[in-house]
């Protein structure tokens, strides 16, 4: 869980850098990113992306049963989700 954990936070880390990001709060592995722009839950679903959507933005919590590749890989396609969808 540490090397999930490590690679979360780098992501969580890096994410505060994109437009559309506003904050980035975590703790463990269980984040809250607030959005500029509220995103259509068909982009996440598309993806096969699960995140809680708020009126603020995303609540993450990767299943604890993915590998680091599996985490990676999916943390890939939420960064394009954010750096492409949220004009």
Do not use: C, M
């Not at 592995?29 to 995103?39: H, V």
């Not at 299943?63 to 949220?86: Q, R």
């Amino acid at each position: 869980l540490k090397t999930l954990e490590k690679l979360f936070h780098q992501f969580l880390d890096e994410s505060k850098q994109l437009k559309t990001v506003k904050a980035v709060r975590y703790i463990g592995l269980l984040a809250a990113i607030e959005i500029q722009t509220k995103l259509s839950w068909d982009v996440f679903f598309k993806n096969n992306i699960a995140v809680a959507q708020t009126e603020a933005g995303l609540i993450l919590a990767p299943a604890l049963i993915y590998t680091p590749k599996e985490l990676n890989t999916h943390l890939k396609k939420l960064k394009n989700i954010l750096e492409n969808e949220g004009h």
